[in-house]
């Protein structure tokens, strides 16, 4: 792994042996930043404050080996990165703005991508992660895990019938609380209606009465012009001698007849004007049928005036014109419909819910049966590694309770509390020694105690759920001594089956290490390439000797550290 610009690291390169890794280094010399990086190219939450002062940006570039086949190679190159001979390089980038971009395989993508193939790949904890452990739905998730499929399978069922359930309640609370509101709007649905239905509009009848009303109020005036239009193509009766558009085509015609073998264009002029005098006939009949068809009737006038009136009080209520008041009516009758059927949807619905209620209860006690079989075995086995852990009297139990609630599920004939992850309340207890009670591990355990319970979930985690790396910040807080040898014993036997990198301040717990590696400040406060070193020989035994007593030449410390050395490297 690179490191440039981050925090006090100008740039460093960190390389971490496929082992057991201890990073060590004096209190600021910038350790921390190793496992910030780490946290970065596992898609942490980038922050400007990160980006070391006077830097454009940081960035972080590592090559990490992934399982063939696995679910990250998978997702990665579903994303289009590239495997490398089996691993896949990540970089991450931090601008001084706070913006940041990541890369996989070679390809640019989704920060989130890389939290993703993290959850495959990488276990981490630090002593936030141990504050964790004491929230109760941490220890039940940590529970759940380590059961797999006997508690993923009910919890999985439950967890599609709790959703139902919600949103089944949802929509009853809606539909009850809004009943005033769901009944006022189909009081005015149904006035609307039947105020159009009394009316009984036909679609273009607005527009048909609009036209029948302009001739009905014209009717003398259309009458008058019809005749006088009547009379310029056909004649007027009482003026025989007038000249009329129909005889002076005719006339027309009779004088181009004789010539027209003579010439053809001539013939086809002819032809056109007889056109012409046909269609002035047949105008001129139309124009006397219409005079005497047109009704002058005032009784119609004032029923289509009527009807008009009857159609209009429609349009300025529901619509521009009668099509769109049909189709406010179709819309309002479906409406409707809905609204009137509330109370055989308030029925369905709490048949409904009443079975989603009691499938809950069913498949909750399910799931707290399978909680309280795992239980037992991950107490059983977390405490044989508190055993390990300079803890040999020490006891680890469970307590997995519900709380009444008449609003509940019923589970065994009782009315309990349930929520998205059942009816549980998991709670892990810890008697530090015999006749203790146990207690919750949140106000019985010292901080030495609980570095320990979390390493020993952790590690019976690796042998049932395992990732290829563990990572762990000062996790050894607290704790010296008989205690932190046993860590570091028990680090060593992780390491056998995955990769583990720990940031520690005991000697103890470095000694154990398959790698050491030094953080170290330059005179200016900064950590260059050369500040992140392997550790060999002397120069590890004087690093042990600077943590066991603040003296790397101590004669004393040194022997402390070569013997340290020498019972890590036979429990090997």
């Given at each position: 792994m690179r490191i440039r610009s981050l925090g006090v690291i100008d740039d460093a390169v960190v390389e971490l042996s496929p082992g057991f890794t201890a990073v060590t280094g004096e209190t600021g010399a910038g350790k921390t930043m190793v496992v910030t990086s780490l946290g970065l190219l596992l898609g942490g939450r980038a922050d400007a404050a990160l980006v070391r002062i006077g830097a454009r940006n940081a960035v972080v570039e590592g090559r990490i080996a992934v399982p063939e086949g696995s679910a990250a190679v998978v997702r990665a190159e579903e994303a289009g990165a590239e495997l490398d001979e089996g691993t896949l390089l990540v970089s991450r980038t931090v601008s001084a703005e706070g913006r940041s971009r990541a890369h996989l395989g070679g390809r640019s993508v989704p920060v989130g991508l890389l939290a993703e193939l993290a959850d495959d790949l990488v276990a981490v904890h630090g002593q936030s992660d141990q504050q964790g452990l004491l929230k109760l739905s941490r220890q039940r998730q940590a529970l759940d895990r380590y059961a797999g499929y006997a508690v993923a399978v009910p919890l999985g069922k439950y967890t599609e019938a709790y959703k139902r359930l919600r949103a089944v309640t949802a929509e009853l609370e809606e539909i009850t609380t809004r009943a005033r509101e769901r009944a006022q709007e189909a009081d005015m649905l149904r006035f609307g209606l039947e105020e159009i239905a009394a009316v009984e509009p036909r679609a273009g009848e607005d527009t048909e009465l609009a036209e029948e009303a302009g001739r009905l109020g014209h009717a003398e005036a259309l009458a008058s012009a019809a005749a006088v239009a009547h009379a310029a193509l056909a004649g007027n009766?009482?003026?025989?001698?007038?000249?009329?558009?129909?005889?002076?085509?005719a006339g027309a015609q009779r004088a181009l007849e004789a010539m027209r073998a003579h010439d053809p264009a001539l013939a086809a002029l002819t032809d056109r004007i007889g056109e012409i005098g046909i269609l002035l006939r047949d105008v001129a009949g139309e124009l006397a049928g219409y005079a005497d068809d047109l009704d002058a009737d005032p009784l119609r006038l004032a029923a289509v005036e009527e009807r008009r009136a009857a159609l209009t009080a429609l349009t300025r209520k529901y619509g521009q014109d009668v099509a769109e008041v049909l189709a406010w009516a179709e819309r309002s009758a479906a409406r409707l419909t809905d609204l009137e059927g509330d109370d055989e949807r308030i029925g369905e619905l709490t048949a409904e819910r009443d079975g989603l209620r009691a499938e809950l209860g069913v498949l909750a006690q399910e799931l707290s049966e399978a909680r309280a079989e795992a239980a037992e075995r991950f107490a059983a086995a977390v405490t044989e590694e508190l055993a390990s852990l300079a803890m040999p009297h020490a006891r680890v139990s469970f307590d997995i309770r519900q709380t009444e609630d008449p609003e509940g599920v019923e589970v065994k004939g009782?009315?309990?509390?349930?929520?998205?992850?059942?009816?549980d309340e998991v709670e892990l207890l810890l008697a530090p020694h015999?006749?203790?009670?146990?207690?919750?591990?949140?106000?019985?355990?010292?901080?030495?105690?609980?570095?320990?319970?979390?390493?020993?979930?952790?590690?019976?985690?690796?042998?049932?759920?395992?990732?290829?790396?563990?990572?762990f910040d000062e996790v050894d807080a607290g704790v010296g001594?008989?205690?932190?040898?046993?860590?570091?014993?028990?680090?060593?036997?992780?390491?056998?089956?995955?990769?583990?990198?720990?940031?520690?301040?005991l000697p103890q717990v470095a000694a154990f290490a398959d790698r050491q590696l030094l953080v170290e400040k330059t005179n200016d406060g900064s950590v260059t390439r050369s500040g992140v070193k392997v550790l060999e020989g002397e120069d590890r035994v004087r690093e042990l000797s600077r943590m066991l007593a603040g003296q790397e030449d101590s004669e004393t410390a040194r022997?402390?550290?070569?013997?340290?050395?020498?019972?890590?490297?036979?429990?090997?």
């Open positions: 009766p009482e003026d025989p001698e007038g000249v009329d558009a129909g005889t002076l085509v009782r009315t309990v509390a349930y929520g998205p992850s059942g009816v015999p006749g203790a009670p146990p207690r919750p591990i949140a106000k019985g355990a010292s901080g030495g105690e609980l570095s320990r319970v979390m390493l020993a979930v952790e590690v019976v985690f690796a042998g049932t759920d395992p990732v290829p790396t563990y990572l001594g008989k205690a932190a040898v046993e860590i570091g014993r028990r680090l060593a036997r992780l390491a056998r089956k995955a990769q583990v990198v720990v940031v520690t301040h022997a402390h550290a070569e013997e340290l050395l020498a019972a890590a490297r036979a429990d090997g």
